[in-house]
Structures are given as structure tokens and as C-alpha cells.
């Protein structure tokens, strides 16, 4: 017989090492990895924006695990996979020299990260939300958050510290090394739980790719919120996939400033959420979209007209501007998504999104490649394109949201 408060402990500590794992591996410190081993702009850039284009998977991976049936052995097989490819990182510049060569192991890396992931994030979620009592849902989520934001917090600040450290004795990989092994430590440990954790059954309805796009696709009143979604996409995903390697290779800031700014915006992320949600009552996505599209707005300009010496004091005040949009835009995403599907479709409205977000995004790192190359200052075209490209999203919420 399954004991309910021993497994929902387990789905806690599960939850928080994993979403832990997420933050240290994040993006920004695989991109400070990246810069490290000498990755071009441009391969850092298609890395930035990488996760999103990848959610269009999301769209097979529904219909893939209610074939398979959501079995235990493939759902911790793909995530125990997903896990070794983030510390796979940590081999590349035992490899080779070479930058082509690691540029490639890098993407084999990555892309195998951000596939495993995608195809898991369904399952893993389906499993809770069954397990875990309704009334223990939102107790689940506050704690997990929390916990979670401490802990990263604590941690950022942390290595921070110690890969400043070791970049100024001389061994910036050793304090590389040690990040990725507290990765493999944590996922170690998260996996251990997991494999003996409660399965709770799961009642499969088939789910064919067709329908899964279809539906969602002919449904006009869900158009509105597709168009909100592209354009939020494709704005943030030019106007910050050269942010990270701005920061690190042109305005050559140091670690611990990098995580400070990583803690800001999630600060900011969490401080408003509840300010956000409370605007989002009466479902006027227009008071949460517009000073959504303006924070960006004024991140960008601020990046954009500012030079390097002058924009490194004003990092702070811009972090907490794009962490504050990050979580307008969340309230958005979590509420308006799921309550514009039909009954019983919700997943396949969800992932039908994700996978219209991933194929705007595609066409980013293709513009880098074609169009923004001629131009000698990439890095600030992109944060003007972002200015355009909100602007063009505050007439349209303008206009098609009452």
C-alpha cells in the first residue's frame, strides 16, 4: 500500500534537486562554459535560443508516451540520459584544442540536453499532478519555489565566488570541474529517489500528432494567443541571445557580478509574481502585456544606446526591469494557454504552442546567420530589432485585447 506522505516527500525532494539542477546548469553558466572554450558568437547565440526551438518536439512527445504508456524504465532511462548529457560539457576541453571539434561536441551535448529534456517534462509533470492531492497542489508548488529559489540563490553566489577564484590563480577549468561535479553529485541523488518512487497509474488516452496539432490549429479564438506568443518569442529570443556572451567577452564582467545578476532576475521574477497575478484577476491581459512589452522596451533601449562603460552600472536596474516582464509574461503563459484550450485537449493546446514558439524562434539564429552577419555591430542590431519587435507587440495587444 502506498504511503501518500512518504511519496509526496519524495516528489518534493525530487522536484527541488531537479529544478536546482536546471538553475546550476543553467543556461548562463553553460554560456560562461562556452565563452571558456572559445565558442564564436554566433554558436553561442543559436545555443541561447536552442531550448525554445527545441519545444517543438513537445509535440511528439505527447503522443510518443501515451503510446509507450508512460513506462518507468524508458521515462527514468530518457531522464538518467538528459542528466549525463549537461556534465558531458565538462569533457570537451579534454578532447581537443580545436574549436571546430569542440564547437561540435558542444551541440552534440547540448542538443541531446535539451531533446531528453523536452520529451521528459510531459511525464514527469502528468505524474505529479496525479499523485499529488488538489488541495496539496498549490503547498507543492510554493515549497518546491522557495526551496528552490534559496538554494540557487546560495549556490549562484557561491560559484560565483569560487570560479573568480580559481580564473585569477590561473585554473578556470578547475572551478568549471567543480560546478559540473556538484551537477553529476545532485542528479545522482535525484535519481536514486526517483527510481524508488511511487509510479501512480496513469489512464493513457491515445494521443495522434494529427489531432494534437489540428484542433489547436483550426481553433480561431486560440489564434490571438498564438500571435501573443510568437511575437513575445521572437522579440526576447533576438533581443537576448547575444546578452550572456555581451556581458562576459565585450563588457568583460567578472563571475560574481554574472551570478549577482542571475539572482537579480530572479528576484525580481518572484517579487512580482504576486503583484502580476493579482492584475491578471479579472483576466485584463492588456494591464499585464503592455508594461510587459514597455519593461523590455526599456531593458533594450538602455543596452542599446549606452556603451560599455556606462551600461555595466546600469546591469542591475535592467535585470530587475527583465525580471519583473519575465514574470508579467509567466502569468500570462500559465493562465491564458490553458484557459483558452477546449476540455480535455489542454496538452495537446499546450504543446501545440510550445511548438509554434519553436519554430518562430528557428528563424532567429538563421537571421544571425544571413542578415546580421554584413553588420559589423551584431550585438546591437539584435537589441534594436527587440525595440521594433515590442513596439509591433504593444499595437497588437492594443488593439486585439479588450
Not at 178 to 193: E, P, Q, R, S
Not at 240 to 268: A, D, E, K, Q
Not at 376 to 402: E, P, R
Request: proline content about 2%; overall charge positive.
Amino acid at each position: 500500500k502506498m504511503n501518500y506522505k512518504k511519496e509526496y516527500k519524495k516528489y518534493l525532494t525530487s522536484s527541488i534537486l531537479d529544478t536546482a539542477n536546471n538553475k546550476i546548469a543553467s543556461s548562463s553558466l553553460i554560456t560562461a562554459f562556452a565563452v571558456y572554450l572559445g565558442l564564436s558568437d554566433l554558436a553561442i547565440g543559436i545555443y541561447a535560443v536552442l531550448d525554445t526551438i527545441t519545444n517543438v518536439l513537445q509535440i511528439l512527445a505527447a503522443p510518443l508516451f501515451s503510446k509507450i504508456g508512460q513506462s518507468k524504465l524508458v521515462v527514468l532511462s530518457n531522464y538518467t540520459i538528459y542528466r549525463l548529457a549537461s556534465v558531458g560539457f565538462a569533457f570537451i576541453p579534454f578532447i581537443s584544442d580545436n574549436i571546430t571539434v569542440r564547437t561540435i561536441f558542444f551541440f552534440i551535448f547540448a542538443s541531446i540536453y535539451a531533446v531528453t529534456g523536452e520529451m521528459g517534462y510531459i511525464t514527469f509533470v502528468n505524474w505529479r499532478m496525479t499523485l499529488v492531492k488538489k488541495e496539496d497542489r498549490t503547498k507543492f508548488a510554493s515549497s518546491k519555489n522557495m526551496v528552490k529559489n534559496t538554494v540557487v540563490m546560495a549556490f549562484s553566489l557561491f560559484m560565483g565566488v569560487i570560479l573568480d577564484k580559481f580564473k585569477a590563480n590561473g585554473y578556470e577549468l578547475n572551478g568549471f570541474l567543480i560546478l559540473f561535479g556538484i551537477v553529476f553529485i545532485i542528479a545522482f541523488i535525484d535519481i536514486m529517489i526517483r527510481i524508488n518512487t511511487y509510479k501512480p497509474k496513469i489512464e493513457n488516452k491515445p494521443i495522434t500528432i494529427k489531432e494534437s496539432i489540428s484542433r489547436p490549429a483550426k481553433d480561431k479564438s486560440f489564434k490571438k494567443v498564438l500571435i501573443t506568443a510568437g511575437i513575445n518569442r521572437f522579440a526576447l529570443g533576438i533581443g537576448t541571445m547575444y546578452l550572456n556572451v555581451y556581458l562576459l567577452r565585450y563588457i568583460h564582467i567578472n563571475y560574481v557580478y554574472y551570478s549577482i545578476l542571475n539572482i537579480v532576475i530572479n528576484l525580481s521574477d518572484a517579487l512580482f509574481s504576486k503583484f502580476w497575478a493579482r492584475k491578471a484577476d479579472g483576466r485584463e491581459w492588456k494591464r499585464v502585456l503592455i508594461p510587459n512589452g514597455i519593461l523590455y522596451i526599456i531593458s533594450f533601449i538602455l543596452l542599446f544606446v549606452f556603451k560599455a562603460n556606462y551600461v555595466i552600472y546600469l546591469l542591475p536596474i535592467i535585470y530587475v526591469f527583465m525580471g519583473c516582464a519575465n514574470s508579467a509574461y509567466d502569468i500570462y503563459d500559465n493562465v491564458a494557454i490553458y484557459e483558452s484550450s477546449k476540455e480535455n485537449y489542454q496538452t495537446s493546446y499546450v504543446t501545440f504552442e510550445r511548438f509554434i514558439e519553436g519554430i518562430v524562434t528557428a528563424i532567429i539564429p538563421l537571421l544571425s546567420y544571413t542578415v546580421f552577419k554584413e553588420n559589423g555591430d551584431i550585438i546591437s542590431t539584435t537589441f534594436l530589432v527587440a525595440i521594433l519587435v515590442y513596439i509591433v507587440f504593444i499595437v497588437y495587444i492594443n488593439k486585439k485585447y479588450d
